[in-house]
């Protein structure tokens, strides 16, 4: 089955302790992002990958780093998280370069730092 | 830069009625992509339809239809025979033709009642 998996899918954590979720696709996707979700504002963009080894930042990179190291995982790792990246983080993948391609989306992880 | 804009923060409508969830864009590109996502309390993000700029028939997939009118850069969801299971919140995105990333609404609770 095509799927975008995250883990964990809940996670409460302290400010200042790293962590990091996972991202995976099975579909040989070239493009994975990450999105945050907060009421009031809709998805935002954090980072983006175009394809193994190459990364970009998005709308709101802030607090926020991601590798790629193989095509199939794109990790979101804050380093030092604060209250303010509490928040609904969706990864998303999708072919590079198709007309009208269909994002593909994780199932979400709720992130609250206290 | 592109912005994309839902006015309507929450909608309700009665089982079986016709409803109609409004987005509006702004951009001066003149191929690009548009979505509707649905997002039911699970939080998984569903495609539900989508256009291409450069087509004039507006989209129609099983109950849910699009009014796409590009001169004025609006792109409203109608969705017809409404049921329970439509209770969600309903996202309207854009997409450049050179990019994979999404620009999203703040989105548009809607409730079905019967």
């Known amino acids: 089955e095509a799927q975008v998996t995250q883990n964990p899918r809940y996670l409460i954590t302290v400010t200042g302790k790293k962590l990091t979720v996972t991202c995976s696709q099975n579909m040989n996707h070239e493009y994975m992002s990450w999105y945050r979700q907060d009421p009031g504002l809709g998805l935002r963009q954090i980072y983006y990958s175009m394809n193994v080894e190459v990364t970009d930042k998005g709308d709101v990179p802030e607090g926020y780093k991601v590798s790629r190291k193989e095509k199939r995982n794109f990790p979101l790792i804050l380093e030092s998280p604060s209250p303010n990246q509490t928040s609904l983080y969706f990864c998303?993948?999708?072919?590079?370069?198709?007309?009208?391609?269909?994002?593909?989306f994780g199932p979400g992880t709720r992130l609250t730092v206290t | 830069a592109q912005t994309v804009t839902q006015s309507q923060p929450e909608m309700s409508v009665q089982e079986a009625e016709t409803v109609t969830l409004s987005c509006t864009y702004d951009?001066?590109?003149?191929?690009?992509?548009l979505f509707w996502y649905k997002q039911p309390p699970s939080r998984q993000m569903i495609l539900v339809i989508r256009?291409?700029?450069?087509?004039?028939q507006n989209a129609t997939e099983n109950r849910f239809s699009v009014n796409f009118q590009k001169a004025a850069k609006s792109f409203s969801l109608k969705i017809s025979d409404s049921q329970l299971g439509d209770a969600a919140m309903y996202f309207c995105?854009?997409?450049?033709?050179?990019?994979?990333?999404?620009?999203f609404g703040t989105g548009t609770r809607l409730q079905v009642f019967p």
């Open positions: 951009t001066s590109e003149s191929d690009y992509y």
């Open positions: 995105a854009y997409r450049s033709e050179n990019t994979d990333k999404l620009i």
């Open positions: 998303a993948s999708t072919i590079t370069g198709a007309r009208v391609s269909e994002q593909y």
């Open positions: 256009q291409e700029a450069y087509k004039q």
